[in-house]
Structures are given as structure tokens and as C-alpha cells.
């Protein structure tokens, strides 16, 4: 994996530019070619979704930015080190597991009201 200093930004307007130029690096012709069996099997080499399990999207959901409440919450240390140690974004992302057990105990409940409501 790369650092910083190895990401490039290029609007869309560059992308389209360089691709008209012929600078684009990918092998369209490679990707249009290949087989399901293919994608599968180069998605399963991909580090990155190493730990995706395989049925992932049959309960994912579309993350949408809505407005959010400033708190304090204290945390056990290594679970906070543990998201942090994910990148820019780890607040984000511990917001979505929230979010994730928090569907799953309504679904659960019914959609009825919270924990330790009558």
C-alpha cells in the first residue's frame, strides 16, 4: 500500500482529457473480456476484501450523511486505536457499526421503542 505522496487527484474534466489522449493506463479491453468467474477470482486476491464476508450486501445499507450530534463519550482505548488505526474516516465507520446494531436490535425489537422503554 501506497502513502500520500503516491495519490494523484485529476478531476473528471483531466480524466477525460488524459483518456482522449490515450494516457489512461487501464486495459479496457482486458476488463470487458473478463468472464464472472474472473471478477470472482480477482476479487478474492484483493487484500482489500480480505475480510469482506462473501454475502455482505444482503444487509448492507446506503450510507446517508445526515446532520450529526456532537458528544463526549468515553471509549476503552484499544477500541478507539483499533478504528483510528483504519485510516481517515474511523469516526465515520464507528458511527456505521453503531448504526448497524442499532437496525438489528429494532429489527429484532420490531421497530419498537429502544432499550429499556416501555
Given at each position: 500500500?501506497?502513502?500520500?505522496?503516491?495519490?494523484?487527484?485529476?478531476?473528471?474534466?483531466?480524466l477525460?482529457a488524459?483518456r482522449?489522449?490515450?494516457?489512461?493506463?487501464?486495459?479496457?479491453?482486458?476488463?470487458r473480456?473478463?468472464?464472472e468467474?474472473?471478477?470472482?477470482?480477482?476479487?478474492a486476491?484483493?487484500?482489500?476484501?480480505?475480510?469482506?464476508?462473501?454475502?455482505?450486501?444482503?444487509?448492507a445499507?446506503?450510507?446517508?450523511?445526515?446532520?450529526?450530534?456532537?458528544?463526549?463519550?468515553?471509549?476503552?482505548e484499544?477500541?478507539v486505536?483499533?478504528?483510528?488505526?483504519?485510516?481517515?474516516?474511523?469516526?465515520?465507520?464507528?458511527?456505521a457499526?453503531?448504526?448497524?446494531?442499532?437496525?438489528e436490535?429494532?429489527?429484532?425489537?420490531?421497530?419498537g421503542?429502544?432499550?429499556?422503554?416501555?
Amino acid at each position: 500500500m501506497g502513502n500520500d505522496a503516491d495519490i494523484k487527484r485529476y478531476s473528471a474534466e483531466e480524466l477525460h482529457a488524459m483518456r482522449a489522449r490515450g494516457e489512461s493506463r487501464s486495459d479496457w479491453a482486458r476488463v470487458r473480456g473478463m468472464t464472472e468467474a474472473d471478477l470472482e477470482q480477482s476479487i478474492a486476491k484483493d487484500p482489500d476484501w480480505k475480510d469482506v464476508p462473501a454475502n455482505w450486501h444482503d444487509t448492507a445499507l446506503p450510507v446517508r450523511p445526515g446532520p450529526k450530534k456532537l458528544i463526549s463519550l468515553r471509549i476503552d482505548e484499544d477500541i478507539v486505536e483499533w478504528f483510528r488505526a483504519s485510516g481517515p474516516g474511523y469516526q465515520t465507520w464507528m458511527n456505521a457499526v453503531l448504526r448497524a446494531y442499532v437496525m438489528e436490535q429494532k429489527k429484532k425489537q420490531g421497530s419498537g421503542p429502544g432499550p429499556g422503554k416501555p
